[in-house]
T-cell receptor
């Protein structure tokens, strides 16, 4: 079974731009969660989608948004990029959260 | 108090010895507990999960859970240099105001196995 895929793997943007990241979950997984990972803050939860509905949300500003499509694929968008948004963005999917989440390879975003 | 706490390390263990990684959590109602391994430059990989008090063994890995003490641990027997990585503890707890569970990660313990 194919794992979680994320595109693109690397992105370089400048301040003020916006960016859209994509995630395809493991086949059959309906829950997709997004995380931001930085050396200083570790893994920070952004939001979780289940059956096209946002089920949970972390403590990030409204510039961070997401959505999920009927095929469970998910996108997250960051508008008005700031230097502090430079991070590894990870997507994780699960069939039923309590059995654990499986991570994709991540998208490395650099904001200049 | 952080929701999930781990000693950041680094923890150095000789090859062949037992590595012991510890984690405490604050949400007494948490039901599910996970250990992830993350190699440098890679994404986290799920290696163990445990739901019930006691021990759960999988190969060289043993997860231990003590809900009364709000404590989870991971033991790695016969440590190998390939076990050198950061180990993340994760706990499912309720997320107000949604009331849904979310997975909260500790900051990880960096483990180095010395040949």
């Amino acid at each position: 079974k194919a794992g979680v895929t994320q595109t693109p793997r690397y992105l370089i943007k400048t301040r003020g731009q916006q960016v859209t990241l994509s995630c395809s979950p493991i086949s059959g997984h309906r829950s997709v969660s997004w995380y931001q990972q930085t050396p200083g803050q570790g893994l920070q939860f952004l939001f979780e989608y289940f059956s096209e509905t946002q089920r949970n949300k972390g403590n990030f500003p409204g510039r961070f948004s997401g959505r999920q499509f009927s095929n469970s694929r998910s996108e997250m968008n960051v508008s008005t990029l700031e230097l502090g948004d430079s991070a590894l963005y990870l997507c994780a999917s699960s069939w039923a959260g309590k059995k654990g989440q499986y991570f994709g390879p991540g998208t490395r975003l650099t904001v200049l | 108090q952080k929701e999930v706490e781990q000693n950041s390390g680094p923890l150095s263990v000789p090859e062949g010895a037992i590595a012991s990684l510890n984690c405490t959590y604050s949400d007494r109602g948490s039901q599910s507990f996970f250990w992830y391994r993350q190699y440098s430059g890679k994404s986290p990989e799920l290696i163990m999960f445990i739901y019930s008090n006691g021990d759960k063994e999988d190969g060289r890995f043993t997860a231990q859970l003590n809900k009364a003490s709000q404590y989870v641990s991971l033991l790695i027997r016969d440590s190998q240099p390939s076990d050198s990585a950061t180990y993340l503890c994760a706990v499912y707890g309720l997320q107000p105001p949604f009331g849904n569970e979310k997975l909260t990660f500790g900051t990880g313990t960096r483990l180095t196995i010395i040949p």
